[in-house]
């Protein structure tokens, strides 16, 4: 009885601090996403002129992802070796640091173009820091949870992204409506970046109270010291890593529409007042909440492969028609379009922890499912926004934008349904000797 309340008081342990963490780093790197669809364009691009500018605001939101591989590179190695804890305090506190600097940087118009280099620099970090930040925590709970819920445990740092676009946005809408656009663009845009100093001490607190993985600590037992987990995930996982990313990729996209071009898009082309696209958006981020739960608990019953490609199903079908729903202008609309949105992100969102764990072995893991995610990332919601720029900038109808996003939706659609269903496997160790005996065609998978 006792090993059961331990248990499941770790339990509980591990699944504040993987939402609580995720919830902050995503905080931290939404706040600069709706910041370069705001202001950003004509604090730190303005010789490129307004439409320049927004252009090279929405390159500079995408840019920080081409670096997160090398992020999930180094915290996945280093998570394989040294625990999947360290990691996910390391990369918190350094997306904290650079989020909170970019809240004190001087603007073009105070040091010129140093201003734009230092902004991107930093948005390079947060980018680094958030490619380790995903696998870390995805393992963490996964590796926790009773095999029969591990979609449901797995839903809990995924739903640190619809949270953390929820603070995001609510903090924007906010100040807008408090202290007024001129404010907001003189000073208050300092504001949202500045307060990720609170919330990076209490992510702290609370991962530093949490157990490493049980799965990790076996594995560290066994492991050989001369084992080169990297080198064996492209060895002989180079598929799996290759449909983690193709997977992601339309889950991503549509994502980042959600969380910066919507907002921006309605505001400055069809005229809705800001702060209250803003409020619709967050409003509309609480669907996603609810159906990444609702997804990681299906996925749990019918299967993570079967619950994608419903999730991916709607998507597609929606990503189109949604766009005549957001033109009219009307308020109620616009919430509707956003909110169904929700429903096929959300169910293609909230098992993909609990899938991409049970697609590595325990060796590789960690590398395995922060490279495929940050892969993901650079080719789905990297550059999202700013072909969504270009797109409707081209061709004056936005509805070719869902048309962009039902393209790679099919393409993840595709590949998602060429995964075998995990749901079950084992989350052994299956090491180094093991990975060896598979590729040597002694042990099948």
């Known amino acids: ?195 990720s100093i609170v919330l990076i001490v209490v992510g702290y607190l609370i991962r530093r109270s949490v157990e490493e993985s049980p799965v990790f600590l076996e594995l560290q037992e066994r492991r050989r010291e001369s084992s080169a987990p990297l080198s064996m995930l492209f060895k002989h996982h180079t598929r799996e890593v290759v449909l983690t990313a193709l997977i992601f990729i339309a889950n991503n996209a549509a994502g980042y529409l959600l969380i910066a071009f919507f907002t921006t898009y309605v505001s400055t082309v069809i005229g809705m007042p800001r702060p209250t696209a803003l409020l619709m958006t967050t409003l509309a981020s609480f669907g996603w909440l609810i159906f990444t739960m609702a997804g990681g608990w299906v996925s749990d019953r019918i299967g993570r492969v079967r619950t994608f490609q419903i999730g991916y199903g709607l998507l597609a079908v929606w990503s189109v028609p949604m766009w005549f729903l957001i033109d009219t202008g009307n308020v109620g609309l616009y919430f509707v379009a956003l909110f169904v949105l929700t429903i096929g992100l959300g169910l293609s969102y909230g098992p993909q922890s609990a899938l991409y764990a049970e697609m590595f072995p325990a060796d590789v893991r960690y590398s395995g499912v922060s490279i495929g995610y940050a892969l993901g990332a650079i080719l789905g919601g990297a550059f999202a926004p700013l072909i969504a720029e270009l797109l409707l900038k081209n061709t004056g109808a936005s509805w070719s934008i869902g048309v962009y996003i039902l393209g790679i939706t099919i393409v993840s659609l595709v590949a998602v349904s060429f995964v075998k269903e995990t749901r079950g496997a084992p989350l052994d160790t299956q090491s180094i000797e093991v990975v060896a005996a598979r590729a040597s065609g002694t042990v099948t998978r």
């Open 1 to 195: 009885m006792a090993n059961t309340i331990d248990r499941r008081r770790e339990e509980r342990r591990v699944l504040a601090g993987t939402l609580v963490g995720t919830t902050i780093e995503w905080y931290d790197f939404f706040i600069y996403a709706q910041a370069a669809g705001l202001v950003f364009g004509e604090l730190f691009f303005a010789p490129l002129g307004a439409t320049g500018g927004q252009i090279a605001s929405w390159a500079s939101l995408g840019i920080s992802f081409l670096f997160r591989p090398l992020g999930a590179v180094i915290a996945g190695h280093l998570g394989d070796r040294l625990g999947r804890k360290r990691m996910l305090v390391l990369t918190l506190i350094l997306m904290g640091a650079s989020t909170s600097l970019i809240g004190v940087l001087p603007t073009y118009a105070d040091i010129g173009i140093m201003a734009t280099v230092l902004l991107v620099l930093l948005r390079v970090l947060q980018g680094f820091s958030a490619g380790g930040e995903w696998g870390g925590a995805a393992l963490m709970s996964v590796e926790h949870a009773p095999k029969e819920r591990r979609g449901f445990f797995g839903a809990y740092p995924q739903i640190g992204v619809p949270v953390g676009m929820i603070l995001a946005t609510f903090t924007m809408w906010v100040l807008n409506l408090a202290i007024g656009p001129e404010a907001f663009l003189a000073w208050g845009w300092r504001l949202p970046f500045l307060f």
